[in-house]
Structure formats: C-alpha cells, structure tokens
C-alpha cells in the first residue's frame, strides 16, 4: 500500500482485538480500489483524501466499527447497502460493524470506492443539508482518560465539554507526530483543562 500514515497503523493496533481485521480489510481494499489514496487522521480516526478531498473514513469504538463516504447520499449504491439517513448516520453508512460478516462483498465496496472516486474527479462536492461524515461517536484514544485520572480537576472539565470541545483536544494529541510531542500537549491541555480552558481558549471572546 502506498501513502499510508504510520499514525492509522497505531490507531488499529489500539483499537479492541474485534475491529483489528475489519479495520484492516477496510484499509486493504481502499489502497487497492484507489491507488493514489492517502491516509490522515482527522477528528481522532483514519481518514482517507483523494486529489484533496476527504474521501472516505472508518473509526473503532468499544463493540463495534463505522465506516462511512463523505459523498455517500450521492453514491449510487444499486444494493442500498448504505444508509444516509439519521438513524444510522451515527454509526457510518453501514451501520455498526461488529465481524466482516457484517461488511457487503470487496467486489460491492470496491465499487463504491471507485464511484467516489469519480464524483471527486467530476468536481461534485458534499450538498449543504447533507450531515458531515464525522461520527457523532468521539472516539477517546487510551492515553487521555490515564492522563486526565491524574488531575481530578481536569477530568471534570473534559466530562464537561462539549463534543466539539473535547474532539479538539484530542485531534491536537493525534496530529503530533511524535509521542513526545503528544506528551507535550497532552500536559499542557492538564494545565489548561485544570483552569476551565478549552483547547481553543486563547481566541474565545471574553
């Protein structure tokens, strides 16, 4: 596979024994459908761009997978495989995977990676009343619930945050390329959390 993220590769290896494969045949028929694709982590989880739009992601959470389009209510989908609609657009466009059993076949997804591809190529971009692909399911990455036990005070501040407050944090953690670097910020949002702080605390009006 070519432009992968070593950062997608820590995200399965931490994620629960269940979702390792699914989250890794996902990835496999991804590169092979698109060759040019390329990982990055946004929102927490692997996301895949193509030509510089998103393109498609996945996520893990404790008992189940997501996997989602970013242009999937204009995907033609001739099996009706995927769901746009509210009640699921939570869980991705497949609903809560839990096996590979629960995937349709790769023939069927390569398919629907390809026409993605194509509605890219031909400029369309995501309708204005159509929902982001973003799970509305924050997934937290290990560290940050150890990190946070330390501090009492900035344990409560993030149980209080909104998702959008709390998933900018941790998108800041997981853009760092080096655990160092993590670890930097990780501390640093302790001492910011420990005061009432948001990560974008500095540009917040007073």
């Not at 590769?9 to 699914?22: E, H, R, W």
């Amino acid at each position: 596979m070519q432009h992968t993220d070593p950062r997608v590769d820590t995200y399965i290896l931490k994620s629960a024994d269940f979702a390792i494969p699914i989250l890794e045949y996902l990835r496999a028929v991804i590169h092979n459908a698109c060759p040019e694709v390329k990982e990055t982590m946004k929102w927490s989880f692997p996301n895949f761009d193509y030509h510089g739009s998103i393109m498609c992601n996945m996520a893990s959470f404790k008992g189940h997978c997501s996997f989602g389009f970013w242009l999937a209510s204009q995907l033609t989908d001739p099996h009706n495989v995927l769901t746009t609609g509210d009640e699921k657009n939570a869980m991705g466009q497949l609903g809560k995977i839990k096996s590979l059993d629960d995937l349709p076949s790769e023939e069927y997804l390569t398919g629907l990676v390809k026409e993605a591809m194509h509605l890219i190529d031909s400029g369309v971009k995501q309708k204005r009343s159509e929902k982001s692909a973003e799970p509305k399911e924050l997934a937290i990455p290990d560290y940050v619930p150890e990190a946070l036990s330390k501090s009492p005070k900035a344990q409560e501040t993030f149980a209080k945050f909104s998702y959008s407050n709390k998933k900018d944090y941790i998108e800041w953690f997981e853009e760092a390329k080096t655990e160092a670097t993590r670890n930097k910020r990780v501390a640093t949002a302790i001492e910011w959390m420990e005061e009432g702080k948001s990560r974008n605390w500095k540009y917040e009006r007073k």
